[in-house]
């Protein structure tokens, strides 16, 4: 059995998950069909943009990325320290 270059196979990965993606979002929407159409292209219009940055700078795209898990996690600390727990 041969199996396919890891690129494809990753390629293909991603393509499968978008589509059951999509079919998921289209079938269990509570927006009506031209909001959800508006929606989906302004979140598709956002990923392409995130692509094409990643592929300008990689390492950039990380460091936003660690950035923003640190805040996070920062902000949820924050609110435990004044619930008092």
Known sequence: MSTGSPDRTLFI?????????LASVLLFSTKRGSRLRT?????????ADQVRSLGRDPNGW???????VGRTLMDQLERIRSAGL
């Open 62 to 68: 990380h460091d936003r990325k660690r950035e923003r």
């Open 13 to 21: 990965g991603i393509l499968v998950g978008v589509s059951l993606g």
């Open 39 to 47: 929606s989906l292209l302004e979140r598709a219009k956002d990923a």
